[in-house]
C-alpha cells in the first residue's frame, strides 16, 4: 500500500503514521503552492539553491501553519552527501530553520527523542528516510543520495537507535518519493560500491548498456536496513518518483540541476 497521500498541493503525509499516533507530523512537500518563480516555481524549501531567503523562508511558513508547527520549531541540517547524523537536543531547536548558515554542518540524518521540533532535510530526487519507534517515539530522518546511501547512512541510523537502547526490530521505517530506477543511470564507478553494500545485485540494478545501469536506490537502502536488522514488513516504499511526476516534485536530473527542492519532516507536535 501506498505510504504517502497527497494531503493537499503543498505537501503528502505519511497517512498510516499520522492516523497512528496522535500528534505526529510526518510527510514531504511539494514543488506547488509556493512564491518561488522562475525554474524554483513555487514552493522551494531549501536556502542553497539560486532563490533569495525571503522566498524560502515566506514558503516555510506557508508549510508551517498548514501543519500547524511554528518554523521556530524547525532543525535543518547542511546536507553534504554523507553519513553524519546529529541526535538533536532542545538546544537545537530552530537550527537552519530560517537560515542556511544557523543549519547544523556537515550533517544528513537527524535523530531526535524532543517533541516539539520538527526534523527537516531537502531533496530533488536523492531518497528520503524516514523512522519511527513506537514505544519511545523516537523518530528520524535521513538524506540518502547514492553516495550516503554507499556509505550506509541507513545504518548509521539504526546504530543511533541501538546507542539508545532501542532495538532495529521494532523500527518503522517509510522510504520517500525519490527518482527511481527506470530514469537513474548511472556508470561501473558507483555500481562497483553499490555491489559492496547490497546482496541482492538483481533487485538492486539492471545493466542497460555496457557502462550504464539502471539503479533503484530505493531498494538499495531497504536492503541496507534489512541487513541493519529492521524487519522486512516494517519496511514501506512509496511509488512516486521525482522524476516522472513532474506536477508534484522538482527533480535535479530532469530540470539539469536547475530546480528547487522538496523536504522531507517528521515530528511530535505539542499536546504529546
Known amino acids: 500500500m501506498e505510504p504517502f497521500t497527497l494531503e493537499n498541493k503543498e ?3 505519511i497517512k498510516k503514521w499520522e492516523d497512528s499516533f496522535p500528534f505526529l507530523v510526518a510527510g514531504f ?22 532563490d533569495t ?3 524560502v523562508v515566506e514558503n516555510r511558513q506557508i508549510v508551517a501553519s498548514r501543519l500547524y ?5 524547525w532543525v535543518g541540517a547542511e546536507q553534504t552527501h554523507k553519513k553524519r547524523i ?3 537536543t532542545k538546544a537545537d531547536i530552530g537550527s537552519g530553520s530560517s537560515d542556511y548558515e544557523s543549519a547544523i554542518k556537515d550533517t544528513d540524518g537527524l535523530f531526535t527523542l524532543e517533541k516539539n521540533v520538527l526534523l527537516t532535510l531537502c531533496y530533488a530526487d536523492c531518497v528520503p528516510l524516514y523512522f519511527i519507534h513506537p514505544k519511545t517515539k523516537a523518530i528520524g530522518i535521513a538524506h540518502a543520495g547514492w553516495q550516503g546511501t554507499v556509505q550506509l547512512i541507513a545504518k548509521e541510523m539504526i546504530e543511533i537507535y541501538a546507542a539508545h ?20 543511470r548511472v556508470d561501473n564507478r558507483v555500481i562497483d560500491k ?4 547490497v546482496l541482492n545485485k538483481e533487485k538492486a540494478y539492471q545493466m542497460v548498456s555496457p557502462g550504464q545501469y539502471q539503479l533503484n536506490l530505493q531498494e538499495v537502502n531497504k536492503q ?3 541487513q541493519s536488522g529492521v524487519r522486512k514488513d516494517n519496511i514501506e516504499i512509496t511509488n512516486y518518483c521525482t522524476f516522472h511526476d513532474m506536477d508534484f516534485f522538482y527533480s535535479h536530473r530532469r530540470d539539469n540541476g536547475d530546480t528547487g527542492r522538496m523536504m522531507s519532516y517528521i515530528g511530535w507536535r505539542e499536546g504529546l
Do not use: C
Not at 38 to 50: E, I, Q, Y
Not at 176 to 184: K, T
Not at 194 to 197: G, N, T
Open 11 to 13: 505537501f503528502l503525509r
Open 29 to 50: 512537500t511539494t514543488k506547488n503552492g509556493g512564491k518561488s518563480t522562475d525554474n524554483k516555481t513555487s514552493l522551494n524549501m531549501a536556502f542553497h539553491v539560486d
Open 53 to 55: 531567503k525571503e522566498k
Open 69 to 73: 508547527f511554528p518554523l521556530s520549531q
Open 86 to 88: 546529529k541526535v538533536v
Open 165 to 184: 537502547q532501542i532495538p532495529a526490530e521494532e523500527i518503522q521505517v517509510v522510504i520517500g518519493p525519490a527518482i527511481s530506477d527506470r530514469y537513474y
Open 194 to 197: 553499490v555491489d559492496k553494500v
Open 224 to 226: 541496507v536496513l534489512m
